[in-house]
């Protein structure tokens, strides 16, 4: 779509019953996704605030132990341990018990067990999350999709029928504090739409693209870290030893996940956030460590990766607004609070505009 000064009335008529008959349909939906989104910017550091004080600095060895004690001493298979992102030195054990439930414990840095969630427990943020991902389904990730889509499209809409003619951005950018309230909060709603609708636009669209992350990835080209399949050759190594090589192979990185060996791969999955990447909780970069021998089969890091793998590792981040820390994260709560700012004012201002004509008719 073209934004021109000198769009013909009509056109811009069309274009505004567009924007308007869109935005009353999904307004609700909207204004959901852009409350929940608000409140789960910091929802990593609410749920460990929510957890314990309690804070060990991170010993692998302990954490390893605590593994042997608490999971496969029992019967169980670890999948991956995950950095709880929230406050330091806090990691969450995902592994399947000896049922083959699904469970998870998350753990200080020495290994305390500082949460045990039992399987199908829902909390208030996981709840917040699980909703503005999916509305805690599969089949509501399609309706998440589809609504997103349809953000980013009335956004352009919006800015479409906003864009000033050539000598009236000045007065367009300064609405008048005079004259009927009507005209007054319609100016306020038009300007902050042009203030703010680029950065809305790329927090929305990279939201949407995360919905179709498979389809884009594999349309621009994004491959996935792989390597041949490693046989495994004895007992694997342990979790510590595994980490530490991953960590030594990238310095200066930190660590965001391990994801154990499969039966048929002897290899250690090391994920973790490089020196300068956008991402702050999760980082993008990869080191693959025999689980046979502890040797390092593969580096990864984000920064030499292809620029189709740097896009799509880009998206979560920007959507989250973590790519600016903490600058970014409360930005991406105000663009937040600016679309619920909308979606109020544009239904008042259609409910304002429909009432006159009800009474006269």
Not at 217 to 232: D, F, K, R
Not at 333 to 348: E, F, S, Y
Request: net charge positive; with cysteine; hydrophobic share 45%.
């Amino acid at each position: 779509m073209t934004v021109s000064a000198s769009a013909r009335p009509g056109q811009r008529s069309t274009l505004l019953r567009l924007h308007r008959w869109i935005s009353l349909c999904a307004a609700i939906f909207w204004l959901l996704q852009a409350l929940t989104g608000v409140l789960i910017v910091f929802h990593w550091e609410v749920t460990d605030a929510q957890i314990s004080a309690t804070h060990r600095p991170t010993d692998y060895a302990a954490i390893e132990r605590r593994i042997a004690r608490s999971v496969t001493a029992r019967g169980g298979t670890v999948g991956s341990v995950w950095t709880a992102a929230g406050a330091p030195d806090r990691y969450n054990v995902n592994y399947t018990d000896a049922d083959g439930t699904s469970r998870s414990i998350r753990i200080a840095g020495d290994g305390t067990i500082l949460d045990t969630p039992q399987p199908g427990e829902e909390r208030l943020m996981g709840f917040l999350v699980g909703f503005h991902h999916d509305l805690l389904g599969a089949w509501g990730s399609w309706i998440v999709s589809i609504s997103g889509l349809l953000l980013c499209t009335n956004l352009l809409l919006g800015l479409a029928t906003a864009w000033p003619r050539r000598g009236t951005w000045g007065r367009a950018l300064r609405p008048s504090r005079r004259g009927p309230l009507t005209a007054r909060l319609y100016g306020w709603h038009r300007a902050l739409g042009l203030l703010v609708v680029v950065p809305a636009l790329a927090i929305a669209g990279t939201g949407t693209l995360l919905k179709f992350e498979d389809g884009v990835g594999e349309w621009i080209g994004a491959t996935s870290v792989t390597l041949p399949a490693n046989p495994p050759a004895g007992p694997p190594i342990g979790f510590a030893a595994a980490t530490r090589a991953g960590l030594a192979a990238l310095p200066g990185s930190a660590f965001t996940q391990v994801a154990w060996p499969k039966p048929d791969d002897a290899t250690y999955r090391v994920r973790l956030r490089a020196p300068g990447e956008l991402r702050r909780a999760y980082g993008g970069s990869y080191v693959l460590v025999d689980a046979n021998d502890g040797r390092v089969r593969g580096v990864f890091p984000i920064a030499a990766a292809s620029p189709a793998n740097r896009f799509m590792s880009a998206l979560f981040p920007i959507h989250t607004g973590e790519a600016g820390g903490l600058v970014g994260r409360l930005l991406s709560i105000a663009i937040g609070l600016w679309l619920i700012t909308m979606i109020v004012t544009g239904v008042w201002l259609w409910a304002k505009r429909r009432r006159p004509r009800r009474q006269g008719g």
